[in-house]
């Protein structure tokens, strides 16, 4: 391929057969792109589960963060940390993308090549989408599309005082990455685990379906606006409060190094920086050794980090037992 | 409400209140906006069909041609038209907007007055979405979801050579339409008809199920970026081609108005023009006579405007019988 090559060579049906191409289906749709709609049918007593993202450059991603194969293996990655957190299975999803005239053809291949990649990891299937010009910068738009008996989905509404609040992984990478990506470093030097973790999230589905199967957990929610605002929303949800202690917080080797270099611990960071993409869950005490052999299995570390309450307060304690207080509670559009 | 107020006033959270709030459900979903995804189940023995669709400022739309109000109504309209051309019922609907900063909030207001009434119109449901800033215009991204009996769909590869090419309505109105439009008319004139079928078009949602009940039509799809070039996708789908006759071509008075005052037939627009969304069957020719009669229920005109061939080719005959040469096929991007 051409280097200098741009959008405009091709055309937009060029491009949708560029798309199509990209994705080898593993199992297609009863009728995918190429109609006017797909066509998709749920597992026999199985609901359909819709989640829709959309992310603006200058917004969500910058292009010269990284190469356009991790914005494209995250734009998908969101979207599935969605169907993650419902304890659904990943089916389908669509791609709108709306890109500026001259754009460089290999971005957009770059692009494709990591949802394709992410797709595939996942079992997820392009049926369809739309393809236009924009004023301005690349927006790319995903809806995707899971399945699960409705008696296992994970809701946000189901938390008890008295549950223990877990979550997946280590909290805090992704806003420390983005905050290095932001000071001008970039992949390829002493802060790759950081940066990874912001460019090139992996979206927890393979713990989330286990633990919808297992029956063990009460409610669920991915953290993508940070830990105390989307604990937050599964209090509101659920009509209770919580308390998070900040001490039991899992932070990585990596979030440490730089934390102790700084003044004070970077909770800020670890608890309101958001786009972890980890799963965040509330679970009655007596799981507690269930839920860690179950994490073990799936090869995901599992943390206590707090307990429901019967407040309507969701807090955070400081390791001296006083209250945190955030400058914000998560980021906001607006 | 304050004329003067912008949308940082209400905030990401008050937005999604405020957009819920405007929709007031007839038949909530299992689980709709306020949790990671939304749970839908089609009714038994449907499929669920899915279409997404785009929309950019100044690409699709310009906030100046016309209230926010009929933006709204369109970016539902083009998606329910989808689902029309399918012969599906639309069910649920997903609304992602990319706001700029600063954007006023009576706009916003507007287009979702106008996505409301169009949902309550169509008994479409919001069940779900995203909202965010955009370094620049405003995108909305609408993904919807119908359903019907497989069996049923109408697609866009059933055509049979010997099939009389139909369309709904009048073609033409809409391209005319965003040519005055571009002139700089406004609604408020006497060329409101034209503009109106421009900015406000009206998907043909009843026509559609009625003929996909019928099972009188082959193949179907509805008209977005001209007849010729819509037409061209179900004569590739069906592998056929077709021939159209320009004389009997469907054409309002207004449009025919304006065409007298020209020094030729503007077929360019009439069959290149797209933004119709009107709708283009195939049919048997046996079936003509019950077709009409199925239509004048629907109160939808609907004329025979050529043939479905086994050639490769679909071309179109000016009324003397030459064959007509367009400037360009359709819309396209990049």
Not at 311 to 334: C, I, M, N, R, Y
């Amino acid at each position: 391929m051409n280097k200098t090559s741009s959008l405009s060579s091709l055309g937009e049906f060029g491009l949708i057969d560029r798309i199509r191409s990209r994705f080898s289906q593993p199992v297609a749709p009863e009728l995918g792109i190429g109609d006017d709609a797909a066509l998709l049918s749920p597992a026999p007593g199985c609901q359909v589960l819709v989640s829709t993202d959309l992310l603006a450059e200058g917004v969500h991603f910058d292009l010269g963060f990284g190469p356009a194969r991790l914005l494209g293996c995250k734009s998908l990655a969101v979207n599935l940390s969605d169907i993650a957190s419902m304890g659904a299975i990943p089916r389908w999803f669509f791609l709108s993308l709306a890109i500026p005239a001259g754009f460089p053809l290999e971005t957009i291949e770059g692009l494709l090549d990591g949802l394709a990649e992410q797709a595939v990891a996942h079992t997820c299937i392009l049926a369809g989408g739309d393809t236009c010009s924009s004023k301005s910068g690349l927006v790319i738009s995903v809806t995707i599309m899971g399945e699960q008996r409705p008696e296992l989905v994970l809701k946000r509404s189901g938390a008890q005082p008295g549950d223990e609040v877990w979550v997946s992984g280590t909290l805090g990478d992704s806003a420390l990455g983005l905050k290095l990506l932001t000071e001008g470093k970039r992949l390829g030097g002493d802060d790759d685990y950081l940066l990874q973790r912001h460019l090139d999230p992996t979206p927890r589905c393979h713990l989330g379906l286990k633990l919808a199967e297992s029956g063990l957990v009460h409610a669920m929610i991915d953290i993508s606006d940070g830990l105390l605002a989307d604990l937050g929303h599964i209090a509101e949800q659920s009509g209770c409060g919580a308390e998070i202690q900040l001490a039991q917080l899992p932070l990585s080797a990596q979030f440490q190094v730089y934390a102790a270099a700084q003044p004070f611990m970077p909770w800020q960071l670890a608890i309101c920086g958001g786009e972890d993409y980890e799963l965040c869950f509330t679970a009655p005490a007596a799981n507690h050794q269930t839920i860690l052999q179950l994490a073990k299995t799936a090869g995901i570390p599992v943390t206590v980090v707090g307990k429901v309450t019967d407040s309507k307060q969701v807090q955070a304690l400081l390791p001296d037992g006083t209250l945190f207080k955030p400058e914000a509670k998560g980021f906001t559009h607006f």
